[in-house]
């Protein structure tokens, strides 16, 4: 019986009597244009903007504005470099793929399951706190019923397929969308009609300037009598981890219709994103609200309504967060879910992982981190302290590692470029005119990849200022340490090899005929 290979490379075996028609086991390559660019575009908006942003623009006041600018050019230009191998090299699992391919076994190993345990840490928190929201309308529902309700509707929304996935992700996307531009555009409108305002300030861009301590209140960095650090540079730890979910993109490359031409449209859009839904709503609020009076007992945009009056926005808010915290967790499904797919192709985790049903869809590894988010939003119920503390202390550090890996990464596929032993589209060429056949470049790529991981590692350095993120510093530590003994007991002396069959992620007997 001879074998086929699908698009993303997934073997398939031929049915007896059916001449050539391949078994319906393979990714589905069924995301839209409209469904990529709108996954891109809600995951750069969830609560951490509605509720986070007040904790941010306490830090640095009006200088926040400069910390969402720089940190969203470290994160467009991380997912540029995703953006460059994804387009190259279309796989489900992305960087867990391109790690293994260009860099080693190890280093594959470590990517996958690190951001697959991000984000049951980041789907844990999400499903924890979903009940907060119910509750605004329905108190006596107790909040473990609210977490085990979503849990099991957006599990069983995960299994109907990838273009199920797609356009319910959507619909979350454009309901966040409409909410921001929405908060936007009244407050364009109060500061232009000059409207009164509770705060007894007059509405005016000015007010970024003309209030205690002006563009920068806290300077830099600075201690506090209380012995907090605060100022620009401690903004940016919190501003850089709200950016988490971006390199979602990269995950959808495998099973998008037309990754060539769509990538780089939805990653090219991700820095008009950033200046639109975080500065530019910022900006309006910090105009329109003194930003010393923003103080995170309530929503920044939820203070933009009620300075003028609308006291409806606090629960049009609601709404919106909880749409927010679906998408997450349903977004959260899908990645884990296509990287437990990709480790098991790899040989990092178990084979049963990267079965696919009859919609191509990975009903294990759908289930199987479904049921371990449920184990994790039990643990917060029963010691919250403990959860909140440790377990997303690890999340935090985890998302740097991942960042940090995809520059690393990017390098070694770059110099596997220039030798000859690229991607399909690629081979056979070497030196510049590999290099220069690439589609989608990372912009200055000789040196942009070293100007993040030195960023990124500032950011950890900051993290040690913070008693709040100091332990999720030491936490990442002992992760990385506990990830590389589980590599080394999987993989032995084969984990410093890299994958070089270019097809490493896919059925080894693809290459052979039976």
Known sequence: MSKNTMHDGTATASRPGTGNTPAPAAL???????????????????TGLFYGSSESIALAGPSILLAYLVGGLAIFMIARALGEMSVEDPRAGAFSYYATRYWSKRAGFVSGWNYWFNY???????????????NYWFPAIPQWVSAAVFLVVIAAMNLLGVSKFGEFEFW????????VIAMIVGGLAVLIAGLPTDSGVKASFSNWFALDGGVLPHGLLQQSADGQW??????LVVVMFSFGG???????????????????RATNGIIWRILVFYIGALGVIMAVVPWNTIDGTTSPFVQIFDSVGVHAAAGILNFVCLTAVMSVYNSGLYANSRMLYSLARQGNAPEILGKLNFHGVPVVGVLASAAITALAVVVVFLWPDFAFNYLMSIATIAAAINWIMIMV???????MVAAGDGPAELKGLKGKEALDKIA??????NVTPYVVIAFMLLVVVLMCFSASYRIAVIAGVIWLAVLFA?????????????????????????????
């Open 230 to 235: 605060t100022g620009l540079l401690m903004a």
């Open 28 to 46: 589905r390559k069924s995301l839209k244009n409209r469904h990529v660019q709108l996954i891109a575009l809600g995951g750069a908006i969830g």
């Open 409 to 415: 990464t990017e390098i070694k596929f770059r110099r």
């Open 246 to 264: 971006t390199e979602l993109i990269g995950i959808t490359a495998g099973e998008t219709e037309d990754p060539r031409r769509t990538i780089p």
């Open 486 to 514: 589980a590599a080394q007991l999987a993989l032995g002396k084969s984990g410093s090899e890299r994958g070089e069959d270019a097809a490493v992620i896919v059925d080894a007997a693809a290459a052979t005929a039976e």
């Open 120 to 134: 049951i840490l980041v789907s844990m928190v999400e499903l924890s706190v979903v009940g907060s929201f119910v």
């Open 440 to 445: 989608f470049k990372l912009p200055f790529a």
């Open 172 to 179: 979350f996307a454009i309901i966040k969308i409409v909410a």
